[in-house]
């Protein structure tokens, strides 16, 4: 079932001759949106064949063989699991209220 367009209520009032020309231009954008498609789908594919991805070509093989960096994992209280802040720690987690000399140095 086709769509019908809204036609506004000024194109109403015209006669005969002024549908004729509103439905020449409705078909002649229909065909100017086909066109634009058609268009952007070649760009698309051209586009696509004559640049390859730009990662590959600039990359030197080892870069690319290379794992991302793990960032350093941080220290965690004990008791609640929770990392702990930066810059020096106290005698106890400043989350839970752990006291680290019950664990000894194995947290760390």
């Known amino acids: 079932m086709p769509m019908r367009r809204h036609i506004p209520r000024a194109s109403r009032k015209l006669g005969a001759e002024g549908r004729e020309t509103e439905q020449r231009l409705v078909a002649r954008i229909s065909d100017l949106e086909l066109r634009l498609q058609m268009l952007e789908a070649r760009l698309r594919s051209t586009a696509a064949e004559t640049h390859p991805k730009p990662v590959a070509a600039t990359a030197p093989p080892q870069a690319q063989a290379r794992k ?8 965690r209280c004990p008791g609640c699991m929770l990392e702990l802040p930066e810059g020096k720690h106290g005698d106890a987690c400043v989350w839970c209220g752990f006291r680290f000399e019950a664990v000894g140095r194995t947290f760390r």
């Open 68 to 75: 991302p960096r793990q960032p350093r994992r941080r220290p």
